[in-house]
């Protein structure tokens, strides 16, 4: 059997965690940052978990991670 190749787009985007979950950066904070409050722009910078209906897909992209 040959080897799944991963989605490069989704090993630019997320990153498996210990649990087996998988982390995520937010968008909406490349461009057009002006009209955004401070806190808005704050509360982006963190990092969250996929949603739980989204995982299957992920780690179907992410076959080795």
């Given at each position: 059997?040959?080897?799944?190749?991963?989605?490069?787009?989704?090993?630019?985007?997320?990153?498996?965690?210990?649990?087996?979950?998988?982390?995520r950066n937010a968008s909406h904070r490349r461009h057009i940052?002006?009209?955004?409050?401070?806190?808005?722009?704050?509360?982006l910078r963190a990092s969250h978990l996929l949603h739980k209906?989204?995982?299957?897909?992920?780690?179907?992209?992410?076959?080795?991670?």
């Amino acid at each position: 059997m040959p080897k799944i190749k991963t989605n490069r787009g989704a090993a630019k985007r997320f990153s498996p965690t210990a649990s087996g979950m998988f982390k995520r950066n937010a968008s909406h904070r490349r461009h057009i940052l002006t009209k955004k409050s401070t806190k808005r722009k704050r509360q982006l910078r963190a990092s969250h978990l996929l949603h739980k209906a989204d995982v299957r897909a992920a780690r179907r992209m992410m076959p080795y991670c």
